[in-house]
């Protein structure tokens, strides 16, 4: 029993050729396998990117910049609000709450427009003028009533590039006219004589134009002073409607206007 032993222990000892040994086995050469690199405590990730903005701050913070957010978007949206309602063409909402949306718009957040460009006009408003022009002679006579709105509105027609002037310095006049003043025409705040002022220039500027002295006497002479006044008509409806209105047309004639002596002359430009 010691002689086998021995003998297979001859045999198949380490140092006698045999097959090799499979990995993990008993009797296996160390170097035979990859080196395992010792278990030890995992390290940590790599920290991430600081917070930035709202995000940086504290939770009490950020509900302080939550509810300050909250309450300028609640302040857009009333401006916003009020403003359509200002501009807005008349209706329910304004009928009931007007005073309020006036309060909020004036002075500060003031629009001189109107949304939906604006109501369609229902009148058609004409300004003549007239002067009375003195002669060589030392006469004055008065002409007929010039039709402005209409001579504007020939030019216009048909007219690809109309001038700002054949579109707007008479109607804006007017309307400055208007605003400044009460109706008896007296002048209400400062600008009521400025706005007299400017409408009387372009009448004689339009007169001049229209050789309204030398239809009047002839010849030579001066505009001493012009009379202003508006014809109002209203719009015929159309004809599937069944608003009736009057078709008589309304005037509203101003005081005669003296004109300065270098205006007359051909003082204004």
């Not at 509900?63 to 501009?87: E, K, N, P, R, S």
């Not at 369609?120 to 039709?147: E, F, H, K």
């Not at 007017?174 to 706005?195: I, M, Y």
Request: some cysteine; hydrophobic content about 35%.
């Amino acid at each position: 029993m010691d002689a086998y032993d021995e003998g297979s222990n001859a045999r198949h000892g380490p140092d006698t050729p045999g097959r090799p040994a499979a990995p993990g086995e008993r009797g296996a050469p160390a170097d035979s396998a990859e080196p395992v690199a010792p278990l030890g405590p995992a390290e940590p990730y790599p920290p991430g990117e600081p917070r930035t903005g709202v995000a940086a701050l504290s939770l009490r913070y950020q509900v302080g910049v939550a509810l300050a957010l909250a309450v300028v978007a609640i302040g857009v949206c009333v401006h916003l609000g009020m403003t359509f309602l200002h501009v807005a063409p008349v209706n329910t909402v304004t009928r009931a709450h007007g005073e309020a949306v006036d309060e909020w718009i004036y002075p500060e957040f003031e629009q001189n427009w109107k949304l939906f460009a604006p109501n369609p006009l229902q009148q058609n408003i004409s300004i003549q003028v007239r002067a009375g022009v003195r002669g060589p002679d030392g006469m004055t006579q008065t002409t007929g009533w010039y039709d402005l709105s209409a001579e504007d509105g020939h030019a216009i027609d048909g007219n690809l590039l109309p001038s700002h002037t054949q579109q707007n310095e008479l109607r804006r006049a007017w309307d400055f006219f208007v605003a400044t003043h009460d109706g008896e025409n007296r002048p209400v705040g400062l600008r009521g004589s400025l706005s007299e002022s400017y409408l009387r220039r372009i009448m004689v500027l339009r007169l001049d134009r229209d050789d309204a002295v030398r239809a009047a006497t002839g010849g030579a002479g001066v505009i001493e002073r012009v009379q202003v006044r508006s014809r109002t008509s209203n719009v015929p409806p159309p004809e599937w409607s069944r608003e009736k209105v009057s078709m008589t047309p309304s005037y509203r004639e101003l005081p005669w206007w003296t004109v300065p002596q270098d205006e007359a002359r051909g003082g204004v430009r």
